[in-house]
């Protein structure tokens, strides 16, 4: 499994979040700490998950031309 996240240095820390998260950024030291703290809230919406009912995901529909 892969997670897609988007990042960018600020300072001294790099900062991101994960595409399917935007609103939950986190920060680390270097790439590497950034990537660690975004797995950690990955695991923690997965948590959240289970204890939501109707998480709201978008889609794409391709139309014939």
Same mark, same amino acid.
């Given at each position: 499994?892969? =997670?897609?996240?988007?990042?960018?240095? !600020?300072?001294?820390?790099f $900062?991101?979040? =994960?595409n !399917?998260? &935007?609103?939950?950024s986190?920060?680390?030291?270097? #790439?590497?700490?950034?990537e660690?703290? #975004? $797995? *950690? $809230?990955y *695991? +923690? /919406?997965?948590? *959240? @998950? @289970?204890? =939501?009912?109707? +998480?709201? @995901?978008?889609? /794409? +529909?391709k +139309? &014939?031309?």
């Amino acid at each position: 499994m892969e =997670l897609q996240y988007t990042y960018w240095q !600020d300072g001294a820390f790099f $900062v991101g979040f =994960l595409n !399917d998260y &935007p609103d939950d950024s986190t920060q680390g030291v270097s #790439l590497a700490e950034l990537e660690e703290a #975004l $797995v *950690e $809230v990955y *695991e +923690i /919406k997965q948590e *959240e @998950k @289970k204890h =939501l009912a109707g +998480i709201r @995901k978008t889609g /794409k +529909i391709k +139309i &014939p031309a």
